[in-house]
C-alpha cells in the first residue's frame, strides 16, 4: 500500500504545502496555469500508479478517468483551501488547469504502462531488439 500509493499521497502533501504559502515563486516566469498543469500531470501520473498497485505494466487505460477524477476533486480541495490563505485566491482558471494537467498525466501514466507491456511481449517472444 504504500509502496503504491505513497508517491500521491507524498505529492499531495506537496501541494499543501505550497498551496499555503502566500506567495509562491514559479520557476521561469512561467505563469500560474502552468504550473498547476504540470504540477497536476505529475500527480495524474502518480494516480494511474497507484491504481495499478505500484506496477508500471498494470498502468491502463480503465485508470484513466478514475486517476482524473481524483485529481480533480483534490484540485478542488486545494482551490478552496487557498481562498482562506491570505494573498491567495481559488482560481476557476487553475482548477481547469489541474483537470487537463491530470487527464494528461493519467494518460501519459497509461501509454506508458502500454508500451512496458508492448516491449514485454516482445521480449517473451524472443525478440530481438537490437
Known amino acids: 500500500m504504500a509502496w503504491s500509493w505513497g508517491p500521491a499521497v507524498l505529492w499531495m502533501a506537496v ?3 505550497v498551496s499555503h ?12 496555469y502552468i504550473a498547476h498543469g ?6 495524474g501520473v502518480l494516480l494511474v500508479r497507484a491504481l495499478a498497485d505500484g506496477n508500471l505494466a498494470d498502468m491502463t487505460g480503465a485508470s484513466i478517468l478514475p486517476a482524473v477524477a481524483f485529481g480533480v476533486a483534490f484540485g478542488m480541495t486545494d482551490e478552496f483551501h487557498q481562498w482562506f490563505v491570505p494573498g491567495r485566491v481559488a ?3 487553475d482548477l481547469a488547469a ?3 494537467g491530470s487527464f494528461v498525466g493519467a494518460v501519459s501514466g497509461a501509454a506508458a ?18
Open 15 to 17: 501541494t499543501v504545502v
Open 21 to 32: 504559502q502566500t506567495m509562491v515563486h514559479i520557476p521561469f516566469g512561467a505563469p500560474d
Open 38 to 43: 504540470t504540477s497536476y500531470a505529475l500527480f
Open 91 to 93: 482560481s476557476g482558471t
Open 98 to 100: 489541474d483537470a487537463l
Open 113 to 130: 504502462g502500454a508500451l512496458v507491456r508492448g516491449f514485454r511481449r516482445r521480449q517473451s517472444r524472443g525478440y530481438n531488439l537490437r
